[in-house]
């Protein structure tokens, strides 16, 4: 496996001749920050680095040393052989394209949404001096013209290894692992004039390469450094030996994760006895009855018992490992299912604490997702909503009985956060400018599913749009009209073990049979431009 990226420290772009603008670019800095770079992020960090005038940089942070194409982790976490080609180096990322190669006609997740009607980047980089950095670290807070971080060691240290900077102690291990933890070690910020916002969502614990796997505290694990390469191929492993350790699996959450965990083990392992376990009466309910049926009879041959319309009431400990003791799951409808592992596969949670800690009336307290414009600027508070045209039965399918998310702490109620936002008598003053922040993916509240290829293509309209605010600021002149993002039609694929898939999308529900154990997750490489080089890297 290669060594972790080699950053160059972050310092100023060198200056360009000619007379200023006079415009007010913010910080000054002619820098653009692009925080994650998963499927939205690394999308935009791309159109970025190829169309940013000269004097300007760009700054790429992400907490991984590799892109973790989280789609193929559940079938990687039962069949940890192909786990290297989940993790993709970003060495090569924002280098010019090799000819010929892949990267710009690679989708991201088939099946893709079709691209917005747009028009090209409106700057084409000159031959120069890339000064653009790429910076593995763990952010830490956030304002509206800089971002602050840590940079993450790339090897931590057992206590009384050494005291250097950057060192994770034992005893510190497992916050280590945490959504957004603290390294010891200097804090770096940088200012910026344009940020894009795309730090996702927390996977749940099953496949969450964040949170250490049972076991993760034996001997030689303080040498995996959180968010590298290795560390994630080890938690794959630990994953599957757990799985298959189990001969009863209880499997709670029905969605595309919960109901692909089920179909591979059981394949894999027939003589398991798998139950997958919903809350609602209906799988997939986004998508038409048709998908819920495909899944259903493709459950049911597996032999899968299936549980629909039940909710957990009371957990056990220490649910996802098998450690002797029997696990004991209860129901609202009073039934008590017993497993040797239970997979929790019940949702995602936004990484949205640095944006509500800097501007909290961004947050919908509805999605607990950073608000949006459609061009994917952030905005400071609640968005007016176009005339609906849902009718009575789109209403009430959107009606929840249950309890709305937390808002962020500085906001004494839903209440306060929209008169703030809304300018009330706290005044428009205390939310500041957000026009140059964007957001894109899983954290942002769009009106589109949360996947892949919608990170993608929000992402590229972000980037477009950040382009033609700068060409307006090197320019000295208004800014022209920006994109718009669509929404289009919810799309997914779904897998039902190593061959069968079930496909929505605009042209409606589709059984297919023609899958391969690995799930092609090469086919991601080349749009990293990382094909040439070997799996282990």
Excluded at 30 to 46: C, E, F, I
Excluded at 127 to 156: C, K, N, Y
Excluded at 368 to 384: A, D, F, K, Y
Excluded at 469 to 495: F, H, N, Q
């Amino acid at each position: 496996m290669s060594a972790p990226i080699s950053i160059t420290p972050l310092s100023p772009p060198e200056s360009v001749a000619g007379p200023s603008s006079g415009r007010s670019r913010g910080s000054g800095s002619k820098t653009v920050a692009v925080l994650g770079a998963s499927y939205g992020g690394a999308r935009a960090a791309k159109l970025l680095s190829q169309g940013l005038p000269e004097g300007w940089r760009l700054v790429v942070i992400d907490r991984n040393s590799h892109m973790n194409h989280v789609y193929v982790f559940p079938r990687f976490t039962v069949i940890p052989t192909h786990a290297p080609k989940a993790y993709i180096p970003y060495v090569n990322h924002l280098e010019r394209e090799h000819p010929g190669s892949a990267s710009s006609k690679t989708p991201l997740t088939p099946p893709s949404t079709p691209p917005p009607t747009s028009g090209s980047l409106p700057f084409t980089r000159k031959e120069m001096h890339d000064p653009h950095t790429w910076v593995q670290g763990m952010i830490t807070s956030l304002t509206p013209r800089s971002v602050t971080f840590r940079r993450i060691p790339s090897a931590p240290t057992r206590r009384g290894s050494g005291s250097e900077s950057g060192s994770i102690t034992a005893s510190a291990s497992s916050a280590a692992w945490n959504e957004f933890t603290s390294f010891e070690g200097e804090e770096e910020t940088i200012q910026f004039d344009y940020a894009l916002y795309a730090l996702g969502a927390g996977l749940p614990d099953p496949v969450n390469v964040w949170k250490p796997a049972y076991g993760a505290d034996s001997p030689g694990d303080f040498e995996l450094s959180p968010g590298s390469k290795r560390c994630g191929v080890r938690f794959m492993e630990k994953q599957a030996a757990q799985m298959e350790m189990a001969k009863r699996i209880l499997i709670v959450g029905a969605g595309a994760l919960g109901i692909q965990y089920a179909t591979d083990l059981k394949e894999i392992y027939p003589e398991k006895d798998i139950t997958l376990l919903h809350s609602r009466l209906r799988l997939m309910s986004l998508y038409p009855i048709e998908m819920h049926v495909a899944i259903v009879e493709n459950l049911e041959k597996l032999g899968i018992h299936v549980v629909l319309g039940e909710r957990v009431v009371t957990w056990p400990d220490n649910p996802g490992c098998v450690d002797g003791e029997e696990k004991h799951v209860t129901t609202d409808k009073g039934r008590d299912f017993k497993a040797d592992l239970v997979l929790v596969c019940t949702g995602q949670k936004p990484h949205v604490s640095l944006m509500a800690a800097m501007s909290p009336s961004s947050i919908s307290p509805l999605t607990n997702r950073i608000r949006v414009l459609p061009t994917m600027q952030i905005s400071p508070g609640p968005i007016r909503p176009a005339v609906t045209r849902a009718n009575t039965v789109e209403r009430l399918g959107a009606l929840s009985l249950h309890a709305l998310p937390t808002p962020p702490s500085s906001a004494s109620s839903i209440e306060d956060l929209d008169r703030k936002a809304s300018g009330g008598q706290e005044g428009e003053a205390e939310h500041p400018d957000m026009s140059h922040f964007f957001a894109v993916g899983d954290c942002a509240e769009t009106g589109a599913i949360q996947a892949g290829h919608t990170a993608y293509w929000q992402a590229e309209v972000a980037a477009r749009n950040i382009l033609r605010m700068i060409r307006a600021d090197e320019e000295d002149k208004e800014v022209e009209e920006l994109e718009e993002y669509k929404v289009s039609v919810p799309s997914i694929k779904v897998t039902l073990g190593m061959k069968t898939a079930v496909v929505a999308n605009a042209e409606g529900v589709q059984v297919k049979h023609d899958g391969v154990e690995d799930l092609q997750a090469l086919i991601m490489w080349p749009g990293f431009q990382a094909d040439h080089m070997d799996v282990h890297a």
